[in-house]
């Protein structure tokens, strides 16, 4: 391996013996043909024509109004596929495609990336086979009725906890079996190097772009960033343009049930330890077995995070607070309302959180929230989940 | 504990055969069997015991294995009992015995301190499936100061400059990584995979053990073929196991039946 695979103590290579040729390939790949000319031409392009990038930063006059300070919303939910995923996906399926695999796997918790993932293999002719948790299946059924339109085969998984991480796992599993033809498109800045920064280089158009339009419109920097954080992948996007500045950087966590119940809040609550090959905070009990997450959104329903996430932590460079259920359901429901824009309910966490850091901020503060993705997928469960009540 | 520390190599220095290592989770189905059954696998003539401390996200493990993860964590093992249980079994046996877990497991006790533990136990080697040449610079340094064998994998796909690290770090024996993918019964053996055996051979003093894939007398008779020095045999013992719980029979007889048929594909001499 040429230089690091690590953030500070975080991050690494734990992994069987039969997957270090893999990343040894991929990271080859990623120090080779990701920085090529010709690459990045084809990558524009992609992003641009097909993804519809560049996304808006858009104002919220009325909740500007309503928290006192002058919030914008980088609008991911606007991208093509209706999420941040997209990013990652399609920069991956092209270095797929220039490594000369035939297929790529996927893991999805909420769906949002076995949708991208499907997305970018049918433009791109990969074949395309996504494991998702059966406890995830139930509760995001459109997206797995998408995938299965875009062409992609949903295999579910049903060891463990039946989510994420077990999705995860499998994916690895069928990676080491079929390593010669088969690329893993992982979906977060989480796993063995070189993922963590392989996907965190694909997400960082977020920031660039939003600090290009903040300068445009503002002419200066905001004040605060916030973005939801369970793999950790959106936040990463958004933040890394802003890491050098004077910028107060928060990552909203699942904060699922509250103090005492069951939550995803990995940094906030967790332990550093190893999970999916990378060493990272963690959810996990005293001898180190991995403890279940929770949270009403299955994209933030994983008991791990990405490792760089652990070293912003530990720096003291970004601040990760928790956002509960409640909390992002009101949320998910207040932006609705008052922007007419659906969030997604893992976006709706970060929603919740600016609502709170805005007390701290005069009329003339900005404040930028990642609006990762929207809501759609998550109509049916905030239905069923409200009952009567609208 | 020091002088346990050469069990492992003093073994395969007498050996006349391949060795049977056989391979069981610690606390399937609980405690007390698990006991039971590494007993009757010692009784049964298995030449050395390769001991799971499970974890809950075991990536090189297939279902069977998976499985028996959630039957051990289900019936309360730990850490804490794991060495429990090694050490009630140091009290009757002289048997050489292996450790396979996860890094977390090792990270999370502290990891001079897991390999402490382990010697004090009576453990003689440590594998840890998801700590490659990369990560395993702590792992073998705590374990040359525990006096634990530091055991590393090799497979096909192992480059020759890592090969040459592999050998030069590791101890006890190579574990030969023998199928592409999780662990779990497999038919044949691939071709490439005794091609490996032999080019590792070639190159070390080392005894070389394949394990992934083996259940089956045939199967060790073409690693012994081949050269190997031992044979690793885990699903199909566990498998057994899974078996006769869901049957609700008490499954030591049948894994030690499995052990006698698995020794006599390892009693013809090279």
Redesign the interface.
């Known amino acids: 391996?040429t230089g690091s695979?690590r953030f500070g103590a975080y991050g690494?290579?734990?992994?069987?013996?039969?997957?270090?040729?893999a990343l040894?390939e991929l990271e080859h790949a990623y120090t080779t043909i990701v920085p090529s000319r010709a690459f990045q031409t084809e990558m524009e392009y992609y992003l641009k024509e097909y993804a519809g990038r560049e996304t808006p930063l858009t104002f919220c006059r009325n909740m500007s109004r309503d928290c006192g300070c002058r919030i914008y919303l980088k609008r991911e939910d606007l991208l093509h596929s209706g999420a941040h995923k997209l990013n990652n996906a399609l920069g991956q399926a092209l270095l797929a495609k220039a490594m000369g695999k035939k297929r790529i796997i996927a893991e999805t918790g909420a769906g949002q990336h076995g949708v991208a993932t499907a997305i970018a293999g049918a433009v791109l002719g990969l074949r395309v086979e996504v494991y998702m948790g059966v406890e995830d299946m139930g509760r995001q059924s459109l997206n797995v009725a998408r995938m299965e339109m875009l062409g992609a085969r949903v295999i579910p998984v049903r060891?463990?906890s039946r989510t994420l991480?077990?999705a995860i796992?499998e994916a690895?599993?069928d990676w080491?079996?079929n390593?010669e033809n088969t690329h893993y498109l992982i979906g977060s800045v989480v796993g063995p190097h070189p993922f963590p920064a392989l996907v965190r280089d694909f997400q960082t158009v977020i920031g660039r772009e939003t600090r290009d339009q903040i300068l445009e419109k503002e002419e200066r920097l905001p004040d605060v960033l916030v973005a939801c954080v369970g793999g950790g992948s959106n936040a990463i996007g958004l933040f890394h343009a802003f890491l050098k500045d004077d910028v107060a950087l928060f990552g909203a966590e699942a904060g699922g049930e509250g103090i005492k119940g069951r939550h995803g809040a990995t940094l906030c609550r967790g332990r550093p330890?190893?999970?999916?090959?990378t060493?990272t905070y963690?959810i996990?009990d005293?001898?180190?077995?991995?403890l279940e997450s929770h949270s009403i959104s299955a994209g933030l329903d994983y008991p791990g995070v990405g490792p760089e996430h652990s070293f912003l932590k530990d720096e003291g460079r970004v601040t990760y607070l928790p956002v509960t259920d409640e909390e992002a359901l009101d949320s998910f429901f207040y932006l609705s309302r008052t922007e007419g824009i659906l969030p997604a309910l893992e976006s709706a966490h970060a929603v919740a959180l600016a609502r709170t850091l805005a007390d701290d901020l005069d009329d003339d503060g900005i404040l930028v929230i990642n609006l990762s993705g929207r809501g759609d997928k998550d109509v049916a469960q905030v239905a069923a989940l409200m009952g009567g009540r609208r | 504990m020091n002088h346990h520390a050469s069990r492992i190599a003093d073994l395969f220095g007498s050996r006349s055969g391949t060795l049977l290592v056989a391979c069981t989770m610690a606390g399937d189905p609980d405690y007390a069997t698990s006991m039971r059954i590494i007993q009757e696998m010692i009784d049964a003539g298995a030449d050395m015991i390769e001991l799971v401390m499970p974890h809950s996200d075991p990536v090189a493990d297939g279902p069977v294995m998976q499985e028996a993860v959630s039957r051990a964590l289900d019936a309360g093992m730990n850490t804490d009992r794991f060495f429990s249980l090694i050490s009630e079994i140091r009290k009757g046996s002289g048997t050489p015995l292996v450790v396979l877990t996860y890094a977390n497991i090792v990270i999370q006790r502290g990891v001079e301190q897991f390999y402490r533990d382990a010697a004090n136990a009576g453990v003689d080697g440590v594998a840890v499936a998801d700590v490659p040449l990369e990560e395993s610079g702590p792992f073998v340094a705590a374990a040359r100061n525990a006096r634990i064998e530091p055991i590393l994998f090799v497979s096909r796909t192992t480059s020759k400059d890592r090969l040459e690290k592999i050998l030069s770090a590791a101890g006890g024996f190579i574990y030969l990584v023998a199928a592409m993918g999780v662990t779990g019964t497999r038919d044949g053996i691939p071709e490439e995979t005794l091609v490996c055996l032999r080019e590792v051979k070639d190159r070390t003093g080392i005894p070389v053990v394949p394990g992934f894939g083996i259940s089956g007398p045939e199967h060790i008779r073409t690693y012994a073929d081949s050269g190997a020095d031992g044979v690793i045999v885990g699903s199909a013992l566990v498998q057994e196991i899974a078996q006769q719980v869901k049957l609700g029979c008490d499954p030591v007889s049948k894994v030690g039946g499995r052990v006698r048929r698995l020794k006599s594909g390892c009693i013809i001499d090279r």
């Open positions: 391996m695979t690494g290579q734990y992994v069987p013996e039969t997957l270090i040729c040894e060891s463990g991480k077990d796992n690895l599993r080491v079996a390593v330890g190893v999970l999916h090959g060493y963690l996990q005293a001898f180190g077995q991995i």
